[in-house]
């Protein structure tokens, strides 16, 4: 529902990245060069990233 502030795995911080990452996949680039801008380099981060769905707008009603 709402990105991890930090890794599960690594305990990096990647709350912050969550923005200029969807703002970057919705301009059209590629997930990898996303976050290859973002400095975000061990898969786990990656991971975490790239598998967070935004659900907050639909539990939120309930």
Request: charged residues 25%.
């Amino acid at each position: 529902m709402i990105i991890p502030v930090r890794c599960f795995s690594c305990g990096n911080v990647i709350g912050s990245s969550w923005e200029p990452y969807h703002q970057m996949i919705s301009e059209g680039k590629s997930k990898k060069e996303a976050l290859d801008s973002l400095k975000i380099k061990k898969y786990c981060c990656r991971g975490a990233i790239m598998s967070h769905v935004e659900m907050i707008d639909t539990v939120g009603k309930y």
